[in-house]
T-cell receptor, first 113, second 113 residues
């Protein structure tokens, strides 16, 4: 699986937008960009994924750079419940054996009240 | 539609005993993944199973650990002769197809005393 690079930690304030960056300079053409998050004492939770175009869902938005070497997860209005570790993961859709998710260290997001 | 169910939530075993962790995937999901998370560390892939088949066990320790996903019933992660270093949170995830997003369970927290 291609490698991603994320900041170890970030901090933001409640009700403000949060932009979580991810670098993936070795991304291949068939890699999807997935984001998961893990709240304290819980299992990871799917957030969003995309290939080339920006994506929106009820939880977040995903902005993908034109060259696909980086992406940004956007939480439009952070709440205390968004405090978690956020993982950016590349996943190849082509090869049967590459279907497992490989988690890095992620970004620990702290939200201040 | 219940999510991924893991039981027990907490398991305490003495050194040398066996631990059996169960995972019932979401209804209709035939792909199951097991991950381990040591205290203050990231999630490490262990094994990927489809019904009655082990697809990828590259993350499984060579000794004492085994996994199965029978035609009927939950997936089982079995740890024989547990040691203190096995103390961790074990998460199970399932997906409809191997390329879909994962749904994780709440985990089993194993403590070896």
């Amino acid at each position: 699986d291609a490698k991603t690079t994320q900041p170890n930690s970030m901090e933001s304030n409640e009700e403000e937008p949060v932009h979580l960056p991810c670098n993936h300079s070795t991304i291949s053409g068939t890699d999807y960009i997935h984001w998961y998050r893990q709240l304290p004492s819980q299992g990871p939770e799917y957030v969003i994924h995309g290939l080339t175009s920006n994506v929106n869902n009820r939880m977040a938005s995903l902005a993908i750079a034109e060259d696909r070497k980086s992406s940004t997860l956007i939480l439009h209005r952070a709440t205390l419940r968004d405090a978690a570790v956020y993982y950016c993961i590349l996943r190849d859709r082509v090869f049967q054996g590459a279907q497992k998710l490989v988690f890095g260290q992620g970004t620990r997001l702290t939200i201040n009240p | 539609n219940a999510g991924v169910m893991q039981n027990p939530r907490h398991l305490v075993r003495r050194r040398g005993q066996e631990a059996r962790l169960r995972c019932s995937p979401m209804k209709g999901h035939s792909h199951v993944y097991w991950y381990r998370q040591l205290p203050e560390e990231g999630l490490k892939f262990m094994v990927y199973l489809q019904k009655e088949n082990i697809i990828d066990e590259s993350g499984m320790p060579k000794e004492r650990f085994s996994a199965e996903f029978p035609k009927e019933g939950p997936s089982i992660l079995r740890i024989q002769q547990v040691v203190r270093g096995d103390s961790a949170a074990y998460f199970c995830a399932s997906s409809l197809q191997g390329t879909d997003g994962y749904t994780f369970g709440s985990g089993t927290r194993l403590t070896v005393v």
